[in-house]
């Protein structure tokens, strides 16, 4: 246990929740990192798309801007009364289900579950593609380097949310700082020069005008910038994660999350516009990203641009917690309804859910694994799941206040509404623009998805009704006593203890062996010296000794057939089957010795009936009692 | 089972072991191919070495292979006697154990072993080597290639050796009929042309000369030429596998294995000499083998040209197979002297050493996929553990001949002694001649395989020891009940099913149920009134439902630590843990379970006692009896 005390540290019992649970200060690192993180990509995908306008390109960010920061806003304030609503966690799933149905919970956990896998793999390979880029050395490294990151954030994640939120929190309020004091000193030289400020370092020109402006485009670059929404479910998801009182936390912590973000999009937006900052290609030498070249254009490639690149580099690697915080908490809300494998709602040593992280991590090594740490493609797939979730979930809320009709719930129900009709139109914007280039792959993942609920759920409930007992023990027939047959390879000390051990079960024990070798005479002769004869002379029936032919020189499929033999003759009689064992000291010195009782155990198991009953008697290798 | 059925056949009774034995027929294929293959190679890797003499180099051929002709007679002539001497199989396992002692005999099996393993590992490379170079664009697919062919030679030695030997015979006489013709019809040309044929297809020029002829050149030709000899032991250690009279059979195999590989050595090496051919540079443009330029010499490049060369490349694919035949009966006759797992002899149900036969397909895969398929550089390695053990074995036989002194056992140990010196003296040539190259690694493996075995022995040694027993069964306190420990998670049928058998088996039950949930209030009412009431009804003491608390939400650790008090404080009495259990119909159906009756039943085997016992008390899903 000590290896496992080192990596993910002591258990903590579970009155100690309290010390485990967060506030704003930690929240936003955890729940945050997400949507902050798109800060340093979303302006930069949008004038990527608009690369072929040149100049005039570059216009164009603002009022993309100004849309998506009001969506993100009309989503915060839906999000916010989620908040309130369900304070023991609200998440999609929760909140679709309990008033839409089960299949629009359903829907909206699949999506959500697609959106989180591909956010954290996509989180990872982009801090490592900048990282890659910055030292091109480290380029064969690629997925090595995926691996490592993905490693630290699911070791953090286990080590439980309180610690996490500490870690985490350095980067995140570094990246915040920076980025806030660039735009500040940014906005300020353009305040003082008359709204021309001049670049500390050249800007490179903007690119050849190719193509003329569609909507079409802009849409797709709408699309694009959609990005930057996808985390802020993970906060409703997790009220329960905050210290009291929980729904005040949680609301601050959104509402800091989202007014940041605002900010940031803003200021990068009006600046890149000042400036006239283009996107460059990446493919091609002399590529920038636009936060460097904002960066630099404002303080110069001095200590502070460092400072700032580096942070933003790590935030974009560790955007991935995001979806580490809330895919557990998800997978435990789907658990609990018996849509998933009960082992997703069980609290690890540190109080998380540690098979829903331990999941996620497998899922987005394959991912990152399968791409080769490349995973740009996975792009376009994933902001579905999320604006899809989004829209259930506020419609969820619409039919909630209505069926409450609590104090004013009209304003509330239209806030909601209001969310859900934009990020309803979204996720038709998100799938027109975004269809060929993969998003139908999630469309195809969703339903595989939902089917492999339902089968869950079914099986659940077919065990739940075969197993529910409504009947007293049967007391009758306590006192027949049952077969004992014990399986013998040769006369030894551990042979004698089960022979004790079944003799003591029952009057009556059959010892079987199976004619594979020579044993058989040295056997029965010892038999009778050593079992036969104490029983004879204490006046007992001795235990029968049964000789199994075995043609086949097979050990394992005799034995059994034999015991099923005797099941089938003594119908309604209890049948225990006792199998001596060597118990070593060192588990490799297991290779030394077969494994038969463990075989036989299984295959009765798998082909026994429910009058049949295997005990394991062990002997201890090197300490006699 | 049926996967079985179909991959290596039916099982093969043990009284059915006269229709698996072989004649001469197959055991030319199984124990030869080995040997045999090397005349494909053997002259080729010579004359490689003799390239920096030009013209001249040829010549020197004539004597290298006299010397290796000369020393596999005396080989012959050795171990034709062994056989006879040990009539039930007789490798330098066993000779060099009875006569040299058991740890010459354990030198000469680690030696044998590191031989066995890089043969087989050789072989299938050099074969797939050869495709290659005559189908370039297969070139990506080596290692591929070498897994197919290792796979199909495990299969089929799987299968039997019956069919392994019927299956290999078809390409070994293509194989020998081929060469056997091109070598005729070539003395026949050389003949009637006065000794001086012309080719068909004219031949490569020799190269220009850049050394001249050293003592120590000869000797690395000689080492080089020397693999060949090293498949002759599989024969004396395969006795057994021919049919009666097994002695005769067996020597009757070697024979012609040895007569036929002198004849093509020395009809090779004649003619290439007569023909003028040097070997060429694989690594250069016109690369051909000498056995590709031998027959079309003879034959030009028509129809029977392609058939030898198809042949060949067959052959040397398969010349893995003696290692195959013979590597799991070593290993067999090593287990039943404690210094191997007992699996190993253990035959499979095609009466074959299944482990054996695995467990060198995985070593053999193993150095394929870490060599990517090209194993040339092995080549240096594998001959001196040949020679260690010939050396030994050829040792052994003097001192058993002069250990019995039967009748004219002077000349017999004369014979064995001169193949002891013969090998003896080659072993110390292939030592030098390939130290640097590799040998090294050999002589570095022997010891750690050796110490292998002795800890093996060890172990084996004092397990018996320990579990020896010449003390009869106590009948005293047979009538103590046990105490019945009964591990509940909720009240079911499954539940219901653990209890009535707990009570079955003793008057004192505790059911434990670890408090991790709000299960635990409702669980106490069910007790009262399914349990506890029937029970009292019918003047019975009930079961007692124990709690434990869990305060950091482990379920596993409490319940063991419960039983291991109980054990405690219990001195002397055998406790017996029921682990209810549901048995799913599908195996994926576990993952929807917990596994924690499993868990229990392994930490308590590892922490328990020589009191506690475990049972499981299976309660089937789907058919209720």
């Known amino acids: 246990m000590n290896i496992l005390d080192i990596l993910v540290g002591k258990p903590i019992r579970t009155s100690e929740e309290r010390a485990e649970q967060i506030g704003p200060a930690e929240g936003v690192p955890i729940f945050g990192l997400d949507s902050l ?64 149905g089960p299949s629009a919970g359903l829907l909206a956990a699949a999506a959500l579950m697609a959106d989180y896998i591909l956010t954290a793999a996509v989180g990872i390979s982009a801090g490592v593609g ?61 305040a003082t020069s008359g709204g021309h400020p001049s670049p500390v370092v050249p800007i490179p020109p903007p690119p050849a005008v190719t193509a003329a402006m569609s909507y079409w485009l802009l849409l797709k670059v709408f699309a694009s910038g959609c990005s930057a929404i996808t985390g802020v479910e993970a906060v409703s998801n997790g009220v329960l994660a905050f210290r009291e009182s929980a729904v005040d936390n949680a609301r601050r912590t959104l509402t800091i999350i989202i007014f940041l973000l605002a900010i940031l999009l803003a200021g990068i937006s009006w600046l890149v516009n000042v400036y006239g900052i283009a996107a460059t290609n990446p493919g091609q030498h002399g590529y920038q990203s636009v936060l460097s070249m904002l960066t630099s254009a404002v303080f110069g490639k001095g200590a502070f641009y460092y400072l700032t690149m580096g942070s933003v580099l790590v935030v974009l690697s560790l955007s991935a917690n995001t979806a580490f915080a809330d895919f557990p908490r998800l997978c435990r809300a789907i658990a609990e309804n018996n849509y998933l494998p009960h082992a997703f709602a069980y609290r690890g040593r540190r109080l998380v859910y540690t098979y829903g992280i331990v999941i996620l991590a497998l899922l987005c090594a394959g991912l990152l694994v399968l791409f080769g740490g490349v995973t740009d493609r996975l792009i376009p797939l994933y902001a579905v799941g999320a604006f899809l979730a989004f829209t259930l979930s506020q419609s969820g809320m619409v039919v909630h206040w209505h069926k409450h009709r609590g104090p004013g719930w009209g304003p509330k129900a239209v806030v909601n ?45 077919a065990v739940e009704t075969l197993t529910a007992c409504k009947a007293p023990v049967r007391v009758a027939g306590l006192n027949e006593h049952p077969i004992v047959v014990v399986p013998v390879e040769r006369w030894s000390d551990i042979t004698r203890c089960g022979i004790e051990f079944a ?80 118990v070593e000291g060192k588990w490799y010195e297991y290779f030394l010795h077969n494994q038969r009782a463990r075989l036989v155990e299984w295959v009765l198991i798998a082909r026994g009936n429910e009058r049949i009953f295997t005990v394991t008697a062990p002997w201890y290798a090197g300490h006699r009692k």
């Not at 040149?54 to 999000?79: D, K, Q, R």
């Open 37 to 100: 993180s798109s800060a340093a990509y979303g302006p930069e995908a949008a004038l990527s798309l608009l690369m072929p306008l040149g100049l005039a390109g570059i216009h164009y960010i603002l009022p993309v801007s100004a849309a998506i920061i009001t969506l993100l806003v009309v989503v915060y304030c839906s999000y916010r009364q989620t908040i309130g609503a369900y304070p023991s966690g609200g998440g999609s799933f929760t909140v679709a289900r309990l008033n839409l």
């Open 130 to 190: 900048a990282l890659v880029s910055a030292v091109p050395s480290l380029l064969p490294h690629t997925v090595a380097l995926c691996m490592a990151i993905l490693i630290a954030v699911t070791i953090l994640n286990l080590r439980g949310i309180h610690q996490a939120g500490v870690i985490f929190a350095v980067p995140t309020y570094l990246f915040l700082g920076t980025l806030l004091i660039t735009i500040g000193a940014g906005i300020l030289r353009a």
């Open 417 to 461: 509404a209001a969310g859900a009709f934009a990020t309803g139109i979204t996720v038709v914007v998100i799938l027109v623009a975004k269809f060929a280039e993969g998003a139908w792959i999630t469309l195809l993942f969703i339903p595989l998805t939902i089917a492999l609920f339902v089968a869950i759920h079914r099986h659940y409930h």
């Open 503 to 582: 003799a003591r079960l029952s009057p009556e024990v059959i010892a079987v062996h199976v004619e594979t070798s020579e044993r058989a005479d040295s056997l029965g002769e010892e038999w009778k010296l050593y079992v036969e004869k104490p029983f004879l002379d204490s006046g007992r029936k001795p235990p029968r000794l049964q000789m199994v032919p075995s043609p086949y020189r097979f050990v394992i499929v005799p034995i059994v057939q034999y015991i099923l033999d005797v099941s089938n003759t003594n119908a309604g009689r209890t049948i225990i089957v006792v199998l001596p064992e060597l």
